[in-house]
T-cell receptor, first 113, second 112 residues
């Protein structure tokens, strides 16, 4: 069974903390994505990666960074969390072998207080 | 640029009735089209996709979608709705590079 896993389902952090969200896929997919989802705003792409050590900015990269040191792992980093980063964070992966269908993780609901 | 529109924020249907969730797209070239479903506090789950071939695509949980090139539409349908189908539905199209562009989502409410 194909799997995209995320390190936490729920996370509560304080303003100013450094936050790491981890995503792991076991499908040997070359592409990985981080989205945030907010009511009324749909899915917004934060960053994506086509390959190891490669990253591209999405629509809303401000306040975030990413790391992809291994093919299966894509990390999202909030350098200094702020309350406006309270959101649902979704990781996804895809491959040309599956016609770029994206496989999603269960999501991390992050609350910054 | 590629885009996807889901014109209805919410669709209400009675259990047992047919349902349609609308999606229109704009893309250069041949489209790769997808439907996903999201239940509360969950990630998106794949329902079906159109890449090429038959215009009627069958997917998971009894859903199907019809690709209409002339109307640039890819509406999601089900002959008989269940209360458990109540969820948020997203249409998507493959866009530049290896990305998908998602519509804003349509909330489907199926009432008993």
């Amino acid at each position: 069974d194909v799997k995209v896993t995320q390190s936490s389902r729920y996370l509560v952090k304080r303003t100013g903390e450094k936050v790491f969200l981890e995503c792991v896929q076991d499908m040997d997919h070359e592409n990985m994505f981080w989205y945030r989802q907010d009511p009324g705003l749909g899915l917004r792409l934060i960053y994506f990666s086509y390959d190891v050590k490669m990253k591209e900015k999405g629509d809303i990269p401000e306040g975030y960074s990413v790391s992809r040191e291994k093919k299966e792992r894509f990390s999202l980093i909030l350098e200094s969390a702020s309350t406006n980063q309270t959101s649902m964070y979704l990781c996804a992966s895809s491959s040309y072998r599956d016609s770029y269908e994206q496989y999603f993780g269960p999501g991390t609901r992050l609350t910054v207080t | 640029a590629q885009s996807v529109a889901q014109p209805e924020d919410q669709v209400n249907v009675a259990e047992g009735n047919p349902l349609t969730v609308k999606c229109t797209y704009s893309v250069s070239g041949n489209p790769y089209l997808f439907w996903y479903v999201q239940y509360p506090n969950r990630g998106l789950q794949f329902l079906l996709k159109y890449i090429t071939g038959d215009n009627l695509v069958k997917g998971s949980y009894g859903f199907e979608a019809e690709f209409n090139k002339s109307q640039t539409s890819f509406h999601l349908k089900k002959p008989s709705a269940l209360v458990s189908d109540s969820a948020l539905y997203f249409c998507a199209v493959k866009s530049a590079g290896n990305m998908l562009t998602f519509g804003g989502g349509t909330r489907l409410m199926v009432k008993p």
